[in-house]
């Protein structure tokens, strides 16, 4: 099995053809939208729905080598310049903040007579926005949950009746679709955990305001343990040395090209190359900053490319938000290359991309985190257990446990009267989930329009020609 390998990322020059060959290339960018609850309260550990297009093939030569950790040598904190916030450093007394209960409309009345648009049984209600039968409501579920491929005998070709439902997965599947169920509506057993434990926590959160007021005993003082500031403080320094590289490297970036000819091919391609490359030094920082962190060589070479390759974009996604400026409406990378949308479609983008990049960026602009906070975001994001092609789901759980109680500790400390911005920073990782699937449609859009992606983003993101 091949891995990814600091060392299999060509050298990006000026020299479109020798890096990309004579062929056009292009960029996938950052695709988010926004559209999730962002109160959802804390998993533990995290566990989010897989992306849509399923199971991976095994990765090729450009991830024959996640390099030896030997090259990347270990920071301590004694040697860490990052600085954290001054609200950590010094302890906080934790306050109440009560949210508001909202309460949900009521649910379709059905007359008892109902039978499932899949098989024709019984139906039990409106699932998935189709009026189906249990037993396909739960097919319909494990089956985007697993990321399901079937097979069919006949060709796809079946009859669906209550008979063959057990017979032909595939054109059950097929059938549930076609009836209009929406993947998208599906949650994990963990999402459906935190909806309950949100529910629970409204209504203890009602019962509390409605007790008259009494004075309040002094709360206990939050503060990070030892260990945890050390981790923090690490994981800070680590993005720092990982983007200093990048910093370094932007010479080596094809310019982007002056002329606003919107005809000219040359500089449509010269605007795709400048895209993909800085998409190039993008993956390489995470890989550089996934390498070190604790736990993760342990891992076997397969689990290390399964976390990788369903993770990189979502990271980037991230680091795109972190780097939104609100006052232009633009997007900074390298401190001195910045994008608004207009710039994103002069590169060949669709705005069915582009402006879901800016709405997540604002969103995440708007909860105004420190680096600190996205650091340990992305270790979380990268530990993520049910990713597809992961074989040890406990020891990932395990690895990403410390940075999940870092965050909400950490939190807790800077931010005492916001008792929703932990659940909220998490929601936005199920929003990178959703919206990651974006990502792959742009992708598959402009292998449309014969654009042509550097090896090492093939692989990463698995597109095949």
């Known amino acids: 099995m091949s891995t990814l390998s600091p060392t299999d990322i ?3 020059g000026h020299d479109v053809n020798k890096v990309f060959g004579t062929e056009d290339v ?3 960018a950052v695709a988010v939208a926004d559209g999730h609850d962002d109160s959802l309260p804390l998993p ?3 566990d989010f729905p897989p992306l849509p297009n399923g199971t991976a093939p095994a990765p090729q030569a450009q991830l024959n080598d996640l390099g030896d950790p030997d090259l990347t040598p270990p920071i301590t904190a004694e040697s860490a310049s990052a600085k954290l916030d001054p609200a950590v450093s010094a302890l906080a007394v934790e306050q ?10 009521p649910a379709p009345k059905m007359l008892g007579n109902e039978v499932c648009s899949v098989c024709g049984d019984k139906a039990s209600g409106f699932h998935y926005n189709v009026l189906s039968c249990e037993g396909c409501k739960g097919f319909f579920r494990r089956s985007v949950i697993k990321g399901a491929q079937y097979t069919c005998k006949n060709s796809g070709k ?3 009746d209550m008979y063959m439902r057990r017979k032909c997965q595939q054109c059950r599947l097929r059938k549930c679709r076609e009836a209009g169920m929406l993947e998208q509506c599906v949650l994990s057993e963990e999402q459906i955990r935190l909806k309950k434990l949100k529910k629970q926590q409204e209504e203890e959160c009602a019962r509390t305001s409605a007790v008259p007021a009494e004075p309040a005993p002094r709360p206990e003082v939050a503060q990070l343990a030892p260990e945890q ?11 720092k040395q990982c983007n200093k590289r990048s910093f370094l490297d932007r010479p080596k970036v094809t ?3 002056q002329s606003q000819d919107p005809q000219n091919r040359e500089v449509r391609q ?3 190359a400048h895209f993909t490359e800085l998409a190039i030094m993008s993956v390489q920082e995470i890989v550089d900053f996934a390498k070190q962190l604790p736990g993760f060589l342990e891992l076997t070479r397969e689990d290390q490319i399964a976390l990788l390759k369903t993770s990189t974009i979502e990271i980037m996604l991230l680091e795109s938000s972190r780097r939104y400026d609100p006052a232009i409406e633009s997007i900074t990378f390298l401190k001195d290359f910045s994008y608004n949308k207009e710039d994103f479609a002069k590169a060949g983008l669709q705005f069915e991309f582009i402006n879901p990049i800016f709405e997540f960026s604002k969103g995440m602009n708007d909860l105004h985190l420190d680096e600190a906070e996205y650091a340990l975001l992305i270790a979380i994001n990268i530990f993520s257990a049910d990713r597809p092609n992961v074989q040890d789901h406990d020891l990932v759980e395990r690895l990403q446990q410390p940075y999940v109680d870092a965050l909400h500790s950490y939190i807790r400390i800077k931010r005492p009267n916001d008792q929703l911005m932990f659940p909220r920073m998490l929601m936005k990782l199920v929003s990178l989930r959703t919206l990651s699937s974006v990502h792959s449609e742009q992708v598959f859009a402009l292998r449309l329009q014969d654009k042509k992606l550097p090896p090492l983003l093939s692989e990463i993101w698995d597109v095949h020609e």
């Open 10 to 12: 060509t050298d990006v």
């Open 26 to 28: 292009s960029h996938s």
């Open 44 to 46: 533990d550990p995290i």
């Open 96 to 105: 109440e903040n009560l949210p508001v209960k909202r309460k949900k409309g």
């Open 158 to 160: 079946c009859e669906m």
């Open 229 to 239: 500031l050390e981790m923090i403080e690490k994981l800070v320094a680590m993005q």
């Open 255 to 257: 310019p982007w090209p």
């Open 270 to 272: 010269q605007r795709f």
